[in-house]
């Protein structure tokens, strides 16, 4: 069984600033993604970033980084120069790569992120 | 750009009563999905589908849960009799066709909130 865990209720930052959310996952699988979604208060999901196990470079969209650290199975989001519009929850979700597309993700409980001007 | 479509966007329901969940994914996609938020709680998969028959299931997919995709274009989900703790936001979600360790996204949709009262 796949497990996340998101030790971070809530986080306020100044606009600006870099911020660190955290993300451990544990499995047993060999080959996993992970992966990061933005969820405003809107609701809709919003996929942001994505990082295979097997990958052995950090992913980085735009503002958006992962820091991968497999040996400690942790794949912390990192928001370079945060903005007001990022104030949202942020979900960290994994699945099996094994069985193609049929697995679902898991995701964590979340974090929700407050940018104060 | 295209885009997962969710109708209708809130439900009301009556205990007991039968609903039914209608999502358009993205017309070259062939994996889709349905996940489930309970209010204030993380995102939770119920059931993913392919080639017209479930794939995978979650625990929480039990017997009152049904999936169809009834013509080429709608796939839906079918809660037989509802339940107060059904009330959650459904989210529909595609992909791609993934093989082996190959990534594909999952683009969800906006969500149905389910309200049963």
């Known amino acids: 069984a796949q497990k996340i865990t998101q030790t971070q209720p809530g986080m306020f930052v100044q606009e600006k600033e870099a911020v660190t959310l955290d993300c451990t996952y544990d499995t047993s699988d060999q080959s996993y993604g992970l992966f990061w979604y933005k969820q405003p208060s809107s609701g809709e999901m919003i996929f942001l970033i994505y990082?295979?196990?097997?990958?052995?470079q950090n992913a980085t969209e735009g503002r958006y980084s992962l820091n991968f650290q497999k040996a400690r199975k942790s794949a912390n989001l990192v928001i370079s120069a945060s903005q007001l519009g990022d104030s949202a929850m942020y979900f960290c979700?994994?699945?099996?790569?094994?069985?193609?597309?049929?697995?679902?993700?898991?995701f964590g409980k979340g974090t929700h992120l407050i940018i104060q001007p | 750009e295209p885009e997962v479509t969710q109708t209708p966007s809130h439900q009301v329901t009556q205990m007991g009563q039968e609903v039914i969940l209608r999502c358009v994914p993205i017309?070259?996609?062939?994996?889709f999905y349905w996940y489930r938020q309970i209010l204030g709680q993380k995102v939770e998969f119920l059931v993913s589908f392919y080639n017209n028959e479930i794939s995978e299931k979650s625990e929480i997919f039990d017997d009152q849960f049904s999936v169809e995709r009834p013509d080429g274009s709608n796939f839906t989900l079918k809660i037989r009799s509802t339940k107060l703790e059904d009330s959650a936001m459904y989210f529909c979600?595609?992909?791609?066709w993934g093989v082996g360790w190959e990534n594909y996204e999952q683009y969800f949709g906006p969500g149905t909130r389910l309200t049963v009262t």
């Open positions: 017309s070259n996609h062939l994996y």
């Open positions: 979600a595609s992909s791609e």
């Open positions: 990082q295979g196990s097997y990958d052995e």
């Open positions: 979700a994994m699945r099996d790569l094994r069985g193609g597309g049929a697995d679902g993700l898991t």
